[in-house]
């Protein structure tokens, strides 16, 4: 037997619902294929900062970005080397310099140590002469003292015996005996007293 047509109204209550599906399905494969997009993007971290776009830039940028960091790189070894090479240089420098001192410090003693030789030697000569002049005659002693510069002369007389400087300074001009003796006193004429 054949079965009768069903209603309109039962068709459309079923047509409706199926339209609804599908419109959902639609919107669920848009929104499906909206959201592989965005999952195939990088998305940001939470909380970060919206620097995407200058962190992120095209292969011309990140090429030129790593040709300046390389020479960035290069400067900086450059820098590091000059500064190795003044820093060898000084350390040079120094040495050199300190060689330099010790040598002037070994040759300074050296001359310290020649000066007092030649200290001794003229004391020695100095007093040697001295002992000749205190056994010389008076009046032979005062005709070598008269041709003497009168500093030098009482620089001898300073060392004299009192009574030999007192014979020899008798048999000279009285002038020069005085000059003679003005200069012995006053070379002590300038050392303190207690």
């Known amino acids: 037997m054949a079965r009768p047509a069903p209603p309109r109204r039962n068709r459309r209550a079923r047509v409706l619902p199926l339209l609804a599906l599908a419109f959902f399905m639609g919107a669920g494969l848009r929104l499906a294929s909206g959201m592989g ?6 998305p940001e971290p939470a909380g970060a900062t919206s620097t995407s776009g200058a962190l992120r830039s095209s292969p011309v940028s990140d090429a030129q970005l790593s040709l300046e960091i390389r020479q960035r790189e290069q400067e900086v070894a450059q820098r590091e080397a000059t500064l190795d090479e003044r820093e060898a240089l000084l350390a040079a420098a120094q040495e050199r310099v300190q060689a330099q001192i010790e040598a002037l410090q070994g040759a300074e003693a050296d001359l310290t140590a020649t000066m007092a030789l ?8 100095i007093s040697r002469l001295v002992s000749v002049f205190a056994v010389m005659k008076p009046e032979d002693a005062a005709a ?24 020899i300074l008798a048999g000279l001009d009285p002038r020069q005996a005085y000059g003679l003796s003005a200069i012995l006193a006053g070379r002590n004429a300038l050392v303190p007293r207690e």
Do not use: Y
Not at 37 to 42: F, K, N, T, V
């Open 144 to 167: 070598v003292f008269t041709e003497m510069d009168p500093q030098f002369a009482a620089g001898f007389l300073a060392r004299l015996d009192s009574q030999v400087a007192a014979d």
């Open 37 to 42: 997009e965005a999952l195939a993007q990088d």
């Open 118 to 125: 030649a200290d001794r030697a003229a004391e020695d000569d």
